[in-house]
């Protein structure tokens, strides 16, 4: 099974201020069809999780463009440009490359400072 | 954007069984894969189970093979879990996901195992 490794597991940050979240896998995420399955999740306080960033890079509909993601075979990191109050939650990485199973991320809980 | 609602959680002695459903709507349900992940308390995410849009093929993680049985019915847009010989450890919130992605999760169903 691909073991996906998240750090930190808790961030504390200051609103406005920039955060970054990184995922790493057990071996390469880079599928036969040429795609890295890569997603990233949020799951605020109470709510079912969603999804952010699809293919390592590609932001969902709505999601603002403060959220970003990057990396390519093992490392990959989501990037919060400046964070907002509503951005309080548990991130959680996720590859769909190599299942079963899919695997996910411990997951980062971020709060505000 | 597609909406999931899922269905038939509640107690359950260990060793007993129960269904899930997932009512999906506003989008060609027969043109995806679909999906069940759990959380367990304070836990993180865990994928079960996948099925493929046809019902053709069907994944599960090792915890529950043999187990749980995963099914659809593209007829009336609804995805089920079925769990048998339920465990202590398998008391978590279900969650019905769109494709492998998930790009659309439910509201999830608590299901809970103790005597």
């Known amino acids: 099974d691909v073991v996906m490794t998240q750090s930190p597991l808790s961030l504390p940050v200051t609103l406005g201020q920039p955060a970054s979240i990184s995922c790493r896998s057990s071996?390469?995420?880079?599928?036969?069809?040429?795609?890295?399955?890569l997603s990233w999740f949020q799951q605020r306080p109470g709510q079912s999780p969603r999804r952010l960033i699809y293919t390592v890079s590609n932001r969902d509909s709505g999601v603002p463009d403060r959220f970003s993601g990057s990396g390519s075979g093992t490392d990959f990191t989501l990037k919060i440009s400046r964070v907002e109050a509503e951005d309080v939650g548990v991130y959680y990485c996720m590859q769909g490359t190599h299942w079963p199973p899919i695997t996910f991320g411990q997951g980062t809980r971020l709060e505000i400072k | 954007e597609g909406q999931l609602v899922e269905s038939g959680g509640g107690l359950v002695q260990p060793g007993g069984s129960l269904r899930l459903s997932c009512a999906a709507s506003?989008?060609?349900?027969?043109?995806?894969?679909m999906s069940w992940v759990r959380q367990a308390p304070g836990k993180g995410l865990e994928w079960v189970a996948n099925?493929?849009?046809?019902?053709?093929?069907?994944s599960y993680v090792d915890s529950v093979k043999g187990r749980f049985t995963i099914s659809r019915d593209n007829a009336t847009n609804s995805l089920y879990l079925q769990m048998n010989t339920l465990r202590a450890e398998d008391t978590a919130v279900y969650y019905c996901?769109?494709?492998?992605?998930?790009?659309?999760w439910g509201q999830g169903s608590l299901v809970i195992v103790s005597s």
């Open positions: 099925i493929k849009e046809d019902g053709s093929e069907k």
């Open positions: 996901a769109r494709g492998n992605a998930g790009d659309s």
């Open positions: 071996q390469s995420l880079v599928h036969t069809d040429g795609n890295t399955y």
């Open positions: 506003g989008f060609i349900f027969s043109s995806y894969w």
